[in-house]
């Protein structure tokens, strides 16, 4: 009764009755709970890894514990605009990585996949998602401030 395997395509009533019996707030990034309410991002990602019309390009492992982007052309030309603004497949990984989600490296040559896993992104378990936090990581090359080094040296 809990797999979502059985599940219509874009089924947000499903997902939202989960939030509803957790006492979450789902959809309502505007609805003014934002302290309690999930990141957009996070419902956004659930819904396209759940929703069987996008399997062509995304979809679950079997063990639910990671999602795989197996056509990633596909996915940031058809797939991430009906959802996002955008269809910059980079974006989309910055953002994944900003919410703690790390790329699971593929032991085989094919670097078509890409798949990503997160421990609280669960396919069985949607109520984990309110855990999930932004991560604030410093900016790697541009910590330190006004630093000069190098760079001249011509003066004549």
């Known amino acids: 009764a ?3 395997e059985a599940r219509a395509p874009l089924d ?3 997902l939202s009755k989960v939030f509803e019996m957790n006492g979450d707030l789902m959809m309502g ?4 709970l934002q302290g309690q309410s999930m990141a957009p991002f996070l419902t956004k990602l659930f819904q396209i890894v ?6 062509q390009a995304i979809i679950w492992t079997p063990k639910g514990d990671s999602f795989v982007i197996t056509d990633p052309e596909t996915f940031a030309r058809d797939i991430l605009p009906t959802y996002f603004k955008h269809n910059n497949i980079r974006s989309f990984i910055r953002q994944l990585n900003t919410y703690g989600f790390r790329k699971r490296t593929n032991i085989s040559s094919s670097d078509e996949h890409l798949e990503f896993f997160h421990e609280k992104f669960r396919r069985d ?3 984990l998602l309110t855990q999930i936090k932004r991560c604030h990581q410093p900016k790697p090359s541009a910590a330190g401030g006004a630093g000069g ?4 040296g011509g003066g004549g």
Not at 149 to 152: A, E, L, M, Q, S
């Open 12 to 14: 947000c009533l499903w």
């Open 50 to 55: 759940s929703n069987l019309a996008t399997d």
């Open 2 to 4: 809990r797999s979502i």
């Open 125 to 127: 378990e949607p109520n």
């Open 149 to 152: 080094g190098g760079g001249g």
């Open 29 to 32: 990034g505007d609805a003014g």
